[in-house]
């Protein structure tokens, strides 16, 4: 990588104004004044647009949003933007940084597309850019700022849930890149060439994921239901049905006309979830005294059959006793 700066590379000429403005701002520090007194002295010398442009890339870090002015801030960018919003506390954006350098680093030479990341950790953002999850992403069009564009949640999320590889980081740079091209509005645009596709992993089968990875996934389900728990049933649904979470139990439950009924989406995943210690634990019980009972019958099993005949038996079993405990218990509200 090339530095902090082009690692996040990210601003525009419009941003410079803020730097100048002898009001200030909140996106004023001591490392900001100094860049602010550097292009004031560059300006005074003259520099033509594409310079100026060129020495603010070069010195600005990304910003912190301002709900006041940021409106009017991206309104004012004279190209298409490409607007990442992020936390510096957020896990899932510390892990899509390196990404997003490549990317940005992939338009670095590209004069019809500006790249900003915009720090916003409260999701202070106004309409039409309101977000309940970081890292968030939004294309605006060249004079368009009214309509911006979301980049896919469920990219995002797959990106961040699943352990990063090569293919991972190559498929999600490849989907910014052709999600900007897509959305393109000068013709001329010098949108670099994808990478070579790379063969999308078969996705596991159920039960296939380790214990640590099934957590994991759990985990990014949960937060991701619970941003959107105050919007439509459509919207949590959409979450649900992401590929990458099709091997976790929960997910059958959840997609079942029974578990769509009574609270919000998250709180159904919770309150099934409290029950999957025990449910397994019977699973467990079942699955024993069936091979037993099959062992007294003469089965003489492999390894491998008896191993698979057991997976089986609890891939049954479980769905069935955690859907019981969950009505047993009532459901939470």
Known sequence: MAGCARVWAVTLVVLTRQVLDAQGSALRSRQHDAH?????????????REQLRA???KTMPPFDINPASFLGTV?????DSLLLFFSPTCPDCEKFGPVWSRFAGLFEDNQDLTILSVSDDAGKAPAPYTHDENPAIFFIPKGDAAHPIPFPMSDLHEFVALDETATTDENIVNKLVAFTRSHATTATNAVPQLAPATPVEPVAQPYALSESQSATLTARLLASLKAKEAAPLEEQLKIVYEPHYQTLPVVEFLKSPTGMLGPPLAEVAANYLDGLPLATQWANQYAGQQEANYRSHGWKPTKQEEQSYYQDLL???????????????????
């Open 36 to 48: 602010g007194h550097m292009l004031r002295t560059a300006t005074g010398k003259s520099l033509d």
């Open 55 to 57: 020495a603010v890339l």
């Open 75 to 79: 309104a004012a960018v004279p190209t």
């Open 315 to 333: 891939n049954y079993a479980i769905p069935l006793y955690a859907r019981s405990i969950y009505f047993q218990r009532g459901v939470k509200r």
